[in-house]
């Protein structure tokens, strides 16, 4: 077997090889369930079913796939720039952190729900890319790995959450009444800083959330940014060559505490959502945001959409189903981790698509080289 | 000092939360000398960490021959982890990062480990073998370094000598100067007349079945029971020790005896009522803030050459391009 590099990449592949991942990984995965003594078939049924068709399912599919959406939208802002941000599940807690304390801290105010939205949404990516940018000032000044910084910090983002609400009695920890002497809970945002949802007529009325109409701005705003102006293009070329933007002139440092900051925003953006939208108080539960793992599955989300702002919203609602289905079923069809083998072959078969668009593979030993490109069609 | 003292407790506690690391960095650093950046190994050691517990609770003749077939299980299946990764990358040229990253979604707390430990039901299960000290308890008893060098079990001891045979290895014998030389130039290796590709593969492979001995160093030893995403995290600071220990097995385990006693401080800390501070907070992310700390310092002076990064670390080897 060889691998040549293409000279051309044909435009089909860059759509077949994404279809083709999760095609590939569904049946990757039934091999596993079989494998296993499960049967693929009606596991598959049941996964289509919880995530699609059934009454009310998009709507459920929807609570996952919104913060999938941020935290790949997020993701992918900074892998463009071959700055890898692992760290999109901690700059997610720590947007809902920001989140709450503004909508606890504004909304108690007694302002206007709009104005109140926007506090939490300013708060939430305030608090994400004041996360994310601890790995960028590292990687800028110290050169420091800002995969394995922005991985650990996301442990103690993790902790950090946990310990307001069930170890201290901190601002957003509900410090009065009976239920609060009994177990440790957190405080209920006021009623002007629940976020507002779509009623949409369809599988008996789906509630689509604000979080999700942000979620897609702010695929339009990123795409906007990475196509359309200079700060773009420099980020592109920096990813690409660091060498050939250096020789260029282009201020790297301030690149790459920009990139990570955008990215820690999106994701804490996500995480303001989270309070706003679903939780409408700060989820500390160790068992319950910390088990969804929406900040990896992110990185699934945006390499699926090959970091295309509009791909990555797309992905997320596909991703985002199978996260529902791997939350609502649980049992003997439906194996519980099952969700993260088909997230992993995903990305496992999405790396191997890429290699198929680089490159073309041969059998056999001689290989005749590829034909040079007629000059009218490489123009 | 007596032998209760929390210096003494934590350094021999210490020891014992290292070992997972040092066989896991061990097994990295192999994987990083021949080329290879493989960042699955949280999710190589978890799978490895399940394997092993599954064949203690599955086979019933004597402690030794079980845990001796857990290990070997445990091997063989991060190995089994480790050659998605190696096929991806060597083969298919992959990006080292991104298919490292897709290994531990696969194969990490939310993916293949917990998907195993459910279907062969095996979280709430006490482990039926463990591994236990080897030495009399009178020597146990010994001052200072009866807890410290004579508590320990035998997955302590084997990873001593997994050091001096990784040095060995390394910098002694032909095939070890070999891994080195496609490390740090696989075009010139080639040339040699040595196999990149398969020396390569091997390498990977080695770091996953010790990455897979590291996982079952928690279900069989430090905690013997199974819980989803048991090692918390211990597969990344495997890789950072990695880097601090600039390449080398010997401080490795150094590195890796300096976080296990990290570790071992929160629950000791705890068990004695000491209270420091948000003690719960800081003691519980120490290992992770600790990691970082030290990363900062090693990547301070920008040289990673000089300190021993392979030169051709995560690049891909294209015969085609010499």
């Known amino acids: ?85 692992i760290g999109g599940e901690g700059q997610l807690y720590l947007g809902s952190i920001a989140g709450a304390a503004a909508g606890l801290y504004i909304g108690g105010l007694g302002w206007s729900q709009p104005l109140v939205i926007a506090a939490m949404v300013i708060a939430g990516a305030a608090g994400g890319a004041a996360w994310a940018s601890i790995p960028g000032v590292l990687r800028a000044f110290f050169k420091t790995n800002e995969i394995i910084t922005s991985l650990m910090l996301n442990y103690v983002a993790g ?94 440092r301030r690149k790459i505490l920009a990139v990570m900051a955008i990215s820690g925003a999106i994701a804490g953006i996500g995480g303001a959502s989270q309070v706003g939208d679903f939780a409408h108080q700060l989820d500390a539960d160790p068992n319950g945001l910390q088990k969804q793992f929406y900040g990896y599955t992110g990185i699934v989300v945006a390499a699926l959409g090959r970091y295309n702002p509009f791909a990555v919203v797309l992905c997320a609602f596909l991703i985002g189903g199978l996260q ?56 | 000092m007596s032998n209760n003292a929390i210096l003494i407790v934590v350094i021999a506690s210490g020891i014992a939360y290292g070992t997972p690391l040092l066989y896991a960095s061990l097994g990295e650093l192999l994987a990083e000398r021949s080329g290879v950046l493989n960042l699955g190994v949280e999710g190589m050691m978890l799978v490895g960490a399940v394997m092993g517990f599954w064949t203690v609770n599955r086979l019933h003749t004597n402690d030794g021959l079980v845990l001796a077939a857990a290990i070997g299980v445990a091997a063989v299946a991060g190995a089994a982890m480790a050659l998605i990764h190696a096929f991806l990358v060597i083969t298919l040229r992959a990006s080292q990062i991104v298919s490292g990253l897709a290994l531990t979604i696969f194969a990490g ?135 601090f220990a600039f390449w080398r097995p010997e401080l490795c385990l150094v590195g890796a005896y300096f976080f296990g006693a990290l570790q071992a401080l929160a629950p000791e800390l705890q068990a004695r009522q000491i209270n420091l501070g948000p003690t719960s907070l800081w003691t519980n992310s120490l290992p992770y803030l600790a990691t970082v700390f030290v990363l900062v310092l090693v990547s301070q002076s920008g040289a990673r050459r000089r300190l021993g990064a392979p030169a051709a670390l995560g690049v891909p080897y294209v015969r085609e391009d010499r």
Not at chain 1, 235 to 249: E, F, I, K, N, T
């Open chain 2, 109 to 243: 707390a939310a993916g293949l480990s917990s998907y195993l430990g459910n279907d062969l039901n095996l979280a709430d299960n006490p482990a039926n073998h463990q591994f236990k000290p080897i030495f009399p308890s009178s020597m146990q008893n010994w001052k200072i370094v009866g807890p410290i060098l004579f508590g320990q079990d035998a997955l302590v001891y084997a990873s001593w000598v997994l050091v001096i045979a990784v040095w060995f290895y390394l910098s002694r014998t032909r095939p070890g100067l070999n891994v080195r030389a496609v490390g740090e130039s696989p075009a010139t290796a080639d040339s040699m007349g040595i196999d990149v590709t398969r020396y390569r593969y091997l390498h990977t492979l080695a770091g996953g079945a010790l990455a897979g001995i590291g996982g079952a160093t928690f279900t069989l030893a430090i905690t013997p029971q199974w819980v989803s995403g048991i090692t918390g995290g211990a597969g990344w600071i495997a890789i950072a020790l990695v880097i």
């Open chain 1, 324 to 379: 529902n289905a791997g939350n609502t079923l649980q049992g003997a069809d439906f194996p519980s981790g099952l969700v993260g083998v088909m997230q992993g072959i995903i990305l496992f078969c999405v790396l191997g698509g890429e290699v198929l668009v680089r490159n073309r593979i041969r059998f056999g030993r001689a290989a005749a080289p590829e034909a040079p490109i007629p000059l009218e069609t490489a123009a």
């Open chain 1, 1 to 85: 077997m060889r691998i040549e590099r293409r000279l051309r990449q044909p435009r089909w592949l860059l759509f077949a090889v994404p279809v083709g991942s999760v095609l590939a990984a569904l049946v990757l995965a039934g091999i596993v369930l079989l494998a296993t003594g499960h049967n693929p078939g009606s596991a598959y049924r049941k996964l289509f079913d919880a995530a699609f068709l059934s009454s009310g399912s998009i709507g459920q599919t929807l609570i996952s796939a919104t913060p999938l959406a941020f935290t790949g939208l997020a993701a992918a802002a900074a892998f463009r720039m071959r700055l890898f941000n």
């Open chain 1, 159 to 252: 902790y950090l959450l946990t310990y307001l609400v069930f170890n201290a009695h901190s601002y957003w920890r509900q410090n009065s009444g009976f239920d609060a002497s009994v177990f440790p809970t957190s405080k209920t945002v006021p009623p002007n800083a629940f976020w507002p949802g779509w009623q949409w007529a369809m599988q008996g009325g789906i509630l689509v959330p604000l979080g999700a109409f942000l979620a897609i701005a702010t695929a339009v705003v990123l795409w906007l940014l990475y196509t359309r102006t200079r700060f773009g293009f420099e980020a592109q070329v920096l990813g690409d060559s660091p060498r050939a933007a250096l020789y260029a002139g282009m201020r790297t």
